[in-house]
């Protein structure tokens, strides 16, 4: 059904360290039309970019601390070690004269939602962490992640997935989105994992957005039979109905 309609997906990022190559991230090639294109965006940045960026923060952890590695599974107990050193490191920053002469404080502790990102750093399960929690962590945290990069990414790319997401998901007051940003994002996210390979396959996989598209596919046309239906008794409803002789 979406073949029809040009939502035509290709592989471009293949990872040469996995035996048989895996495709990374699919590239929308052809407009599938607006609504059928904020879709995959919403595909290519809650699926796919988020979980990319959940792994450059895992590796972005680990470089800082070598001897302690993330773990999701730790009850927590890497979410308080963050959350400790995340003061520590805000407290060296407003000791530091440069900070008492500018007035500065950490971008990371005056979150608007403190209170519902402290709860989910805490937990200390990135799965659970959405896009703007990895890309404040990355971009924002006064443990500098990104300083030395962990990977090859720049800071503007961790804003630039925040962008994408802010200004095309979160605060968007339409359905539809033009094939370029969906574009934008597909290039990103193959940048994305690039640089984080080889990674775990379980991370991203080429099926993914042909499961969901295959899935929407058939959403639409379940929908479709279900407006024709009721369209066809408001027809039927409004059409004057004649008085037995």
């Not at 965006?41 to 972005?60: G, S, T, W």
């Not at 989910?120 to 971009?139: N, P, Q, R, S």
């Not at 339409?174 to 390979?197: F, G, Q």
């Amino acid at each position: 059904h979406l073949q029809r309609r040009g939502a035509r997906a290709s592989c471009l990022a293949r990872s040469p360290h996995l035996s048989p190559p895996l495709h990374l991230v699919y590239e929308t090639t052809m407009d599938g039309g607006g609504a059928i294109n904020f879709w995959q965006l919403n595909v290519l940045v809650h699926d796919i970019i988020r979980r990319l960026l959940q792994e450059v923060f895992k590796r972005a952890w680990k470089a800082k601390n070598p001897k302690r590695p993330w773990n999701d599974l730790d009850k927590g107990a890497s979410g308080r070690m963050f959350l400790q050193r995340e003061a520590d490191a805000n407290n060296r920053a407003l000791d530091s004269e440069k900070a008492k002469d500018q007035g500065k404080k950490s971008a990371f502790s005056s979150f608007k939602v403190e209170d519902y990102y402290h709860k989910m750093i805490e937990k200390g399960d990135t799965t659970k962490w959405d896009v703007t929690l990895l890309c404040k962590v990355l971009e924002w945290s006064n443990q500098k992640f990104l300083d030395p990069r962990p990977v090859d990414l720049t800071r503007d790319d961790i804003a630039n997935a925040r962008k994408i997401r802010n200004d095309h998901l979160g605060h968007t007051c339409s359905t539809e989105v033009d094939a370029s940003v969906v574009a934008r994002a597909s290039e990103l996210a193959n940048k994305m994992a690039i640089a984080v390979r080889p990674l775990d396959p379980e991370i991203v996989v080429s099926s993914l957005l042909e499961d969901k598209t295959q899935r929407l596919g058939q959403a639409i046309g379940v929908v479709t039979e279900l407006a024709n239906g009721a369209a066809a008794l408001l027809s039927q409803a409004s059409t004057p109905t004649r008085s037995p002789p």
